[in-house]
Nanobody, 123 residues
Framework: VQLQASGGGLVQAGDSLSLSCVASGLPFSRSSMGWFRQAPGKEREFVAAIISSGATYYTNSTKGRFTVSRDNVKDTVHLQMNSLKPEDTAVYSC??????????????????WGQGTLVTVSS
């Protein structure tokens, strides 16, 4: 059972980047999938989530710029990030949450985490 994230890199402010997270060994279509990030010296924060119904959730700082989506055939969740800002620089991690296990915004409600991928946005 694992999550494998990819797609991070170094971009300039205003650029776009797409992250992917491939799941294996879990009931993906029934799982809620979240993206969190942690910048150096800061606490981990919620970025976006998508539940089994396809409903999506975003934090205020990413709403309108980021889009989370899922492919239940390929067991993959994507995070499309547009209009990137230097303050988006962080290690981005995907996570899986069982249905109805608390708020999608809270990291402790996720039981499985990917290894993280670094996104660096230069000014």
């Amino acid at each position: 059972v694992q999550l494998q994230a990819s797609g991070g890199g170094l971009v300039q402010a205003g650029d776009s980047l797409s992250l992917s997270c491939v799941a294996s060994g879990l009931p993906f279509s029934r799982s809620s999938m979240g993206w969190f990030r942690q910048a150096p010296g800061k606490e981990r924060e919620f970025v976006a989530a998508i539940i089994s119904s396809g409903a999506t959730y975003y934090t205020n700082s990413t709403k309108g710029r980021f889009t989370v989506s899922r492919d239940n055939v390929k067991d993959t969740v994507h995070l499309q990030m547009n209009s990137l800002k230097p303050e988006d620089t962080a290690v981005y991690s995907c996570a899986a949450r069982r249905p109805y296990r608390g708020s999608v915004y809270v990291a402790n409600n996720y039981y499985l985490w990917g290894q993280g991928t670094l996104v660096t946005v230069s000014s």
